[in-house]
C-alpha cells in the first residue's frame, strides 16, 4: 500500500494559509466534476457577483464555493478554519476549545460549535468490519451532569463497549466506540452490528449479555477476566481513551459522548497516516458534509 508522509502544519500553511487559498481549493473541489445549476440544474455558469461565486446562465441563481459544505456560514476567516480542521484530524490527541479559541482568536462557544461540527462527521463509515481477532469489552465512565463543568460527586455513570481488532503480530488494528444504555445483549449487540464482520473471532468477558450473540457470530467465545490481564490490549487502549476524556475534554457530557468516541477512534484509526489529510480525501468529506445548523448542533444527542 502506498503511503504518503502527509501535510507537515508549515506545509498545510503555505497551501492553506490565506482565505484566497482555501477559497480556491473549495472552488476547484466543488465544481471538479463541472457545475450545475440546483436550482434548474443547468450546466453554464459565469462569474457571480462576488468573487468566487459562481451564477447560473439560465436562471441567474448564485452559489459560494462553501454552500452545502462544512463551511458555510463560518463567522470567522476560512483560513481559521481550514487550521482548525487539521488540528482536530491530525494532532495527536486532538484539539480541544480552549485551546483552538487561543490559537485562532475566536471566542470558545465559536471554537467549540465549529469542533462539534466536524464531530458530527467523524463517525465510522460502517465501511471497515472489523474482522480476525477482535476482543469486545464493556466499562462504564463518569460523565458530568448537564450544565455541570468538570467531575464531581453528583456525575452520572455513561456506558460503553468497545471493540478492538487484534492483528496477527499482535499489535492493534482498528477499533470502535458505543455508548450504550446498559449491558442488555440488545444494547451490546449495536457495536456488532455496525462494525464487527460476522466471521470475525470475537473474544469477550463472561458476562452472559454476550451469549446469545453467539447465534449470530458463530466463532465468538467468552473468557472469564482475570482481572483484565488476559485482555492486556483492550485494557491499555480503554485506559488510554478515558485518560484523554478525562485530561482533554473534562467537560463531555453523555449526549456529546459519543461524537467524542467517534472523534478517538477516528483518529485511532488513521494514527499512521494521520497527516494525509489532502491525499487521502480526509479534507474532502468535510468539504462535501452539509453545514450543521446551531440547532442541530445542540441536539446531536446520541
Ligand atoms: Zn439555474
Keep these: 500500500m502506498k503511503t504518503t508522509r502527509g501535510l507537515s ?6 497551501r492553506f494559509g490565506t482565505n484566497e487559498q482555501c477559497m480556491e481549493f473549495l472552488t476547484n473541489q466543488k465544481w471538479e466534476g463541472g457545475f450545475i445549476c440546483r436550482v434548474c440544474h443547468h450546466s453554464q455558469s459565469r462569474v457571480g457577483k462576488k468573487c468566487q ?12 464555493p462553501t454552500a452545502h459544505t462544512l463551511f458555510h456560514k463560518v463567522k470567522f476567516d476560512i483560513y481559521k478554519a481550514f487550521g482548525m480542521v487539521y488540528d ?56 458530568p451532569k448537564t450544565g455541570q463543568q468538570g467531575r464531581s460527586a453528583t456525575e452520572n455513570k455513561s ?21 450504550i444504555k446498559d449491558f442488555s445483549t440488545k444494547s451490546l449487540k449495536r457495536i456488532f452490528d455496525n462494525q464487527i ?22 466463532r465468538l467465545t467468552q473468557e472469564l477476566s482475570n482481572e483484565g490481564k488476559n485482555f492486556p490490549e483492550i485494557h491499555i487502549q480503554i485506559r488510554n481513551l478515558k485518560n484523554w476524556l478525562r485530561g482533554t475534554h473534562s467537560f463531555c457530557e453523555a449526549k456529546t459522548l459519543q461524537d ?43
Design 197 to 218: 464482520d460476522t466471521n470475525a473471532q470475537v473474544v469477550t468477558d463472561g458476562w452472559r449479555g454476550y451469549s446469545p450473540l453467539k447465534r449470530i457470530y458463530k
Design 260 to 302: 467524542y468516541l467517534n472523534e478517538y477512534f477516528y483518529r485511532f484509526n488513521r494514527r499512521n497516516h494521520r497527516q494525509n489529510i489532502v491525499e487521502n480525501g480526509f479534507l474532502k468529506r468535510f468539504l462535501k458534509a452539509k453545514s450543521l445548523t446551531y440547532y442541530e448542533i445542540i441536539n446531536l444527542a446520541t
Design 53 to 64: 461565486f459562481k451564477r447560473c446562465k439560465k436562471c441567474g441563481t448564485e452559489e459560494s
Design 159 to 179: 456506558r460503553v463497549v468497545i471493540a478492538v481488532e487484534i492483528l496477527n503480530d499482535g499489535k492493534v488494528g482498528n477499533a470502535y466506540g458505543q455508548v
Design 88 to 143: 482536530i484530524l491530525t494532532s495527536k490527541k486532538g484539539a480541544n476549545t480552549i485551546w483552538l479559541a487561543e490559537r485562532y482568536e475566536v471566542s470558545q462557544n465559536t471554537a467549540w460549535l465549529f469542533k462539534r461540527k466536524i464531530q458530527a462527521y467523524m463517525g465510522s463509515s460502517k465501511n471497515n468490519l472489523l474482522s480476525g481477532i477482535v476482543h469486545v469489552d464493556e466499562f462504564e465512565i463518569g460523565t
Design 9 to 14: 502544519r508549515r506545509e498545510f500553511e503555505s
